[in-house]
């Protein structure tokens, strides 16, 4: 998975707790990205960033906030968890922006 | 909203024949993507197509893109049940903001 790893790689939580999903990448890429992943809805964009501290929204950065203050580490945080935030989290990299992603494992979240 | 469009969402073939799969798009772009998608797992890059092309061939894998139609197809050729996973094309939407737009994927099955 392109020296990309994602934790956790699963998690049940309640509805209204914070919960924190960490992107750590060894490659140096400047561009990393946080995707939901649903039936029926392919891959989504959460948020991205384009370098250290720079982060943007992407299709449905509702009800998640994250934060870059390393090259190699993307925080994704639900600050209330709701079910409908039931999903897989993917994390990506890319060395150019709009250029070929590489994905890691996912993590599996599951709100009750 | 999604940018690319899958067709068709599902196919299954006999090993040794040949996959289509098509995808369409609404904006200009700078380049078009494919991924592959084995179950539970990230997405792989499979190939880049740039605005300026009309096809480019990797391995077994054959992508043509009509920009007049805002199209595109992936060929594997000689298809092995090692293929079967979900296939998703990617746009960049001209946007220059690194951000790339999935589309629903089609998923492939090929029977031994």
């Known amino acids: 998975d392109a020296g990309i790893t994602q934790s956790p790689r699963h998690k049940v939580t309640e509805t209204g707790t914070p919960v924190t999903l960490r992107c750590h990448q060894t490659?140096?890429?400047?561009?990393m990205y946080w995707y939901r992943q649903d039936p029926g809805h392919g891959l989504r964009l959460i948020h991205y960033?384009?370098?250290?501290?720079?982060?943007d929204k992407g299709e449905v950065s509702d009800g998640y906030s994250v934060s870059r203050s390393k090259t190699e580490d993307f925080l994704l945080t639900l600050e209330s968890a709701t079910s409908s935030q039931t999903s897989v989290y993917f994390c990506a990299i890319s060395v150019v922006g709009g250029n070929e992603q590489y994905f890691g494992p996912g993590t599996r979240l599951t709100v009750t | 909203s999604q940018q690319g469009e899958e067709d068709p969402q599902a196919l299954s073939i006999q090993e040794g024949e040949n996959a289509t799969m098509n995808c369409s798009y609404k904006t200009s772009i700078n380049n078009l993507q494919w991924y592959r998608q084995n179950s539970g797992r990230g997405l792989v890059h499979l190939i880049l197509i740039r605005s300026n092309e009309r096809e480019k061939h990797s391995g077994r894998l054959r992508v043509t893109l009509d920009t007049s139609k805002k199209s595109s197809s992936l060929l594997i050729t000689a298809s092995r049940a090692a293929d079967t996973a979900s296939y998703f094309c990617?746009?960049?939407?001209?946007?220059?903001?690194?951000?790339?737009?999935f589309g629903q994927g089609t998923t492939l099955q090929v029977k031994p």
């Open positions: 990617a746009t960049d939407g001209s946007s220059n903001t690194g951000k790339l737009i």
């Open positions: 960033s384009y370098g250290v501290k720079d982060t």
């Open positions: 490659e140096n890429h400047r561009y």
